[in-house]
């Protein structure tokens, strides 16, 4: 069984989201911001949206790249940023379709991307990094990463994760949450969050003692356990 995993990591813009994830040893950078990436690690510029099946070959096509730039496969992939991707997602539909027709493809494109992580990605043994921007949902005080249709109605990013991480800037510090009520952040890890997970509200850490390599070391060790278990 494949030993790849789906880990979510949102915060507010310019939280630092970028810094960690790139950090992340044998990865392949997907980059949909408008800007060049700044960091000097693998990674790839996406600019030109034609539908969903251009980001899934762009991909296929620059994991192909690395193969033979670094002679093996990424183990991760990191979509920088799934916000920045549907937004460019959303314009082309909006242009290219009328009335409710816009929401319908839109919810095609969301789930033939979550199909080709599901159905593509993580079999293969590689496993996706998803980064995103939050909101504040004002009636309710959460935080959301934006999204459409059904699949804002269900939760958007975070519903297609077990595992996510916040970034949040508090009195100039860089706090990583694992798990936090009203933030996307939860973790499955038990050696975490302690025998008693349920009580625990808040789990949080300063970003600079934070090691994302050993974190995807543990979930994937937890993932490879429990599949174990699997009939």
């Known amino acids: 069984m ?20 790139s950090q992340i040893k044998d990865a392949l950078i997907i980059n949909f911001d408008r800007k060049e990436y700044p960091f000097l690690v693998p990674h790839a510029n996406f600019k030109d949206y034609r539908g969903m099946n251009s980001v899934t070959d762009f991909i296929n096509e620059k994991i192909g790249a690395y193969k033979e730039k670094f002679k093996k496969y990424p183990k991760f992939i990191v979509i920088d940023t799934v916000t ?3 937004a460019a997602m959303a314009y082309y539909n909006s ?42 949902n004002e009636k309710t ?30 009195s100039g510090k860089l706090i990583v949450y694992l798990k936090a009520l009203k933030l996307p952040a939860r973790t499955t890890l038990k ?41």
């Open 84 to 86: 920045q991707m549907y």
């Open 141 to 170: 005080g959460s935080h959301t990463i934006p999204a459409q249709g059904n699949f804002a109605q269900h939760g958007s990013w975070s519903s297609v994760v077990n595992d996510s991480i916040f970034i949040e800037k508090s």
């Open 95 to 136: 242009v290219k379709y009328n009335g409710f027709d816009i929401h319908k493809q839109n919810n095609l494109d969301t789930a033939a991307f979550n199909a080709y992580i599901e159905d593509i990605l993580l079999p293969n043994g590689v496993s996706a990094i998803i980064v995103g921007h939050t909101i504040i």
């Open 2 to 21: 494949s030993k790849a995993i789906k880990l979510l990591v949102s915060g507010y813009e310019a939280s630092g989201k970028s810094t960690l994830t």
């Open 191 to 231: 050696e975490i969050l302690g025998k008693d997970t349920i009580k625990v509200d808040e789990l949080k850490v300063p970003m600079a003692e934070f090691d994302i390599n050993k974190y995807l070391d543990q979930l994937t060790s937890a993932k490879t356990e429990a599949e174990e278990y699997i009939l």
